[in-house]
Every structure is written in structure tokens, then in C-alpha cells.
């Protein structure tokens, strides 16, 4: 069966730092994924897609970046972190026809 | 206006009662249409998923959706504590790899 881990589960930053989010699937190949950021009343919203190995998509201008070294790890950065990077992302994989499944999220804080 | 509308609650029901949940959008390149509950602090589960008008069910979850209206919904039977969660409708055109337009979620509240 398919399943997607994200690491670490809570994290809690000052700002200026750099910051490393990690996702992994299993039992799938050559996913789709995705990256959200869940913000307190603005539901969820979609920071990056790829639909292969160094293949990344960007929805919105931001201070993150996103890289897929593997076919099944999806990796969040940023160089300098902001207040308003706090929120809870979210990646998701996508292996058939438009079904996603999320995994369990990172809690970011900036302080 | 919003893409996706939804109604954020909270929506407060007695147990074992009929709950309606709904979702407006305005996009009408939409097609396929999801349903997901997600519990504090965790990711979204996917419950249900449709393709098209018309209803589909799943036990005591039905899903409807009114593409003339731009009007979707989700229904739960006999509604449980276990059913307290917040419930995020999700929609996609189709035909490219990117993501999921999302409401914002209405959160539900069943009363023992």
C-alpha cells in the first residue's frame, strides 16, 4: 500500500534561519507531488508541484523552494526564514487520475 | 470572487442527526470534485470523490454534486462524535499535473 511521511513533525524556528522539509512516498512510482501551506483561515494553498525527478513547478512567488532529488522525496527550503513562513505544509502525492493523499504535515513556527 | 466558497462554520448537530455539507464554485472547468476530513493537527484524508453530476455513496457518506449549479455537497447519515472534524471540499479541471483547488473548510461539531 501507498504511504507518505513528512519530517520533522514540529518545528520551531527564528527567523532569518534556513529551513529543510522532507517528504517521502512509498509503494508508488514516479508520483506527481505537491507541497501546501495551511494558514489559520486561508485554507489550503498550493506552493509547488513535480511531475518528475528535478522537475518543480511554482504556483506562487515566495521565499521557498522545493527540489526532488528522487523519484519519491520532495524537499521544502528556504534559505532565510519569514514570520509570515509559519503555517502548517502539507505535501501530497497523486498517482493515478486526480486523486491526492496528503501526509501527516509540519508545523512550522517562526519566531 | 473566490474560487471555491465555503462556509467555515462552525456547524453544530446533534448526535445521530443528518449533516449537509456544501461548497459553491465559479470556475466551471472543474470536473472532478473531492471531499476531505481532516482532524486537528493532521493531514486531510480523502473521503470521497466524484466525477461529473450526480451522487455517489459510501456507507453512511454521500456525495452530490450539481455542475449546472456549480453546487456540490456532502452528506453524513447518522452522524457520530467520531464526525467532528473539519471537512475541506476539493475541486480540479483535469488534463495537467497541478494541484487541487480547496475550500477553506467548514468545521463540524457533533454533540454526544
Known amino acids: 500500500s501507498q504511504t507518505i511521511h513528512q519530517w520533522p513533525a514540529t518545528l520551531v524556528q527564528p527567523v532569518g534561519s534556513p529551513l529543510s522539509l522532507e517528504c517521502t512516498v512509498e509503494?508508488?512510482?514516479?508520483?506527481?507531488l505537491y507541497w501546501y501551506r495551511q494558514a489559520a483561515g486561508r485554507g489550503l494553498q498550493l506552493l509547488f508541484y513535480s511531475v518528475g525527478i528535478g522537475q518543480i513547478s511554482s504556483e506562487v512567488p515566495q521565499n521557498l523552494s522545493a527540489s526532488r532529488p528522487q523519484d519519491r522525496q520532495f524537499i521544502l527550503s528556504s534559505k532565510k526564514l519569514l514570520l509570515s513562513d509559519s503555517g502548517f505544509y502539507l505535501c501530497?502525492?497523486?498517482?493515478?487520475?486526480?486523486?491526492?493523499?496528503f501526509g501527516p504535515g509540519t508545523r512550522l513556527t517562526v519566531t | 470572487q473566490k474560487e471555491v466558497e465555503q462556509d467555515p462554520g462552525p456547524l453544530s448537530v446533534p448526535e445521530g442527526a443528518i449533516v449537509s455539507l456544501n461548497c459553491t464554485y465559479s470556475?466551471?472547468?472543474?470536473?472532478?470534485f473531492m471531499w476531505y476530513r481532516q482532524y486537528s493537527r493532521k493531514g486531510p484524508e480523502l473521503l470521497m470523490y466524484?466525477?461529473?453530476?450526480g451522487n455517489k455513496e459510501d456507507g453512511r457518506f454521500t456525495a452530490q454534486v450539481d455542475k449546472s449549479s456549480k453546487y456540490i455537497s456532502l452528506f453524513i447519515r447518522d452522524s457520530q462524535p467520531s464526525d467532528s472534524a473539519t471537512y475541506l471540499c476539493a475541486m480540479y479541471s483535469g488534463g495537467g499535473a497541478d494541484g487541487l483547488t480547496f475550500g477553506k473548510g467548514t468545521h463540524l461539531i457533533i454533540q454526544p
Open positions: 501530497a502525492f497523486r498517482d493515478r487520475a486526480y486523486e491526492q493523499y
Open positions: 470556475n466551471s472547468a472543474f470536473q472532478y
Open positions: 509503494g508508488t512510482s514516479n508520483p506527481n
Open positions: 466524484t466525477y461529473s453530476s
